[in-house]
């Protein structure tokens, strides 16, 4: 599959396909959605999903093509637009990073302060600036290393789906210093969350635990939305305008919880551009890994990378993690 991917990318580029896709690219925003920015060697990358993956040298690439060839914004751009107060930049992007790990800190944020580009953080705010791991990182790492990649992948797709009183249950079978703590924080620290404010980064709610909200009853959502934000408001000043759905999930109740908790955006992971037309609290994003843009040698892939953006390769080839 990624070798077909990467002929096809290279045949759309060549042909001038994206070219023309991206020329007709007015009134609409493309957001992409990374989660880690690790280096080649970093230890990291045995315990992360591929699908959370974008290598520190391919990031450095993909900001370059975006700083030399796309619009990027902020949020208040993208919401001034949206409220028809302002009119959006032709081929806009808006970069946005999920949970609040600590190499968005340490290498995404250097390349972007570099290039004088703005992005957006949506914290999981209880776990900046402790050692606390996400659950499901700890157990992906945790079942992969004793059952493989692919049952690790299932187990954590099937305790997603469960409410968080009963997952309990199953994470109960796993070393409690497996489910906890690293000896280096996986996470921000308000300090570097402050720092980078101070360089334009806005920052959004990811909730307090990075809950899977549908499963949830609704006191507890409400909850976690009203908490995470009066974590970012003290320590920023503001309250955040935008709030991304851990894992992406969401349906009609908690879009209404997330609305009715004084919100003026959310994101999914739902594939597609933001138009004015698109539903305000289910807007779209483009997530990104190394599957998406990296060639079979694992070299970064300019036509990859502008294929996935323009959208002109088949729905079935994309975003599959390597």
């Not at 591929?50 to 990027?72: G, L, N």
């Amino acid at each position: 599959m990624m070798n077909a991917r990467y002929v096809i990318s290279n045949m759309l580029e060549r042909t001038g396909a994206n070219a023309a896709a991206l020329a007709r690219r007015r009134d609409s925003l493309t957001v992409l959605c990374y989660h880690r920015v690790i280096g080649a060697n970093d230890p990291a990358r045995s315990r992360t999903h591929p699908a959370m993956i974008t290598s520190k040298q391919v990031f450095e690439r993909q900001m370059d093509i975006i700083t030399r060839e796309f619009r990027p914004v902020t949020v208040d751009d993208a919401i001034a637009w949206l409220e028809g107060r302002a009119e959006i930049a032709p081929r806009a992007v808006l970069v946005t990073f999920d949970d609040g790990w600590a190499d968005t800190y340490t290498n995404a944020f250097p390349v972007m302060k570099d290039l004088g580009m703005p992005g957006v953080v949506f914290l999981a705010t209880g776990l900046v600036g402790t050692n606390d791991r996400q659950w499901a990182d700890a157990a992906y790492e945790y079942i992969a290393a004793r059952a493989g990649l692919d049952a690790a992948s299932r187990e954590v797709e099937r305790l997603k789906s469960v409410p968080s009183s009963e997952r309990s249950e199953s994470l109960s079978r796993f070393r409690p210093s497996a489910l906890s703590r690293f000896g280096n924080s996986p996470n921000l620290t308000w300090p570097q969350v402050e720092k980078m404010a101070s360089h334009g980064f806005e920052f959004g709610s990811h909730t307090r635990t990075h809950l899977v909200l549908p499963n949830e009853p609704e006191e507890d959502i409400i909850k976690e939305l009203r908490l995470s934000a009066d974590d970012i408001a003290a320590r920023l000043g503001r309250r955040p305008s935008a709030f991304a759905y851990p894992d992406g999930q969401y349906d009609k109740r908690t879009a209404e919880l997330v609305q009715d908790a004084g919100y003026t955006v959310a994101f999914t992971t739902d594939e597609g551009l933001v138009t004015r037309g698109s539903a305000r609290f289910a807007s779209p994003r483009l997530c990104v890994h190394d599957g998406v843009s990296t060639a079979p040698n694992g070299a970064f892939s300019r036509a990859m990378f502008l294929t996935y953006l323009a959208g002109t390769i088949p729905r079935r080839y994309r975003r599959r993690p390597r």
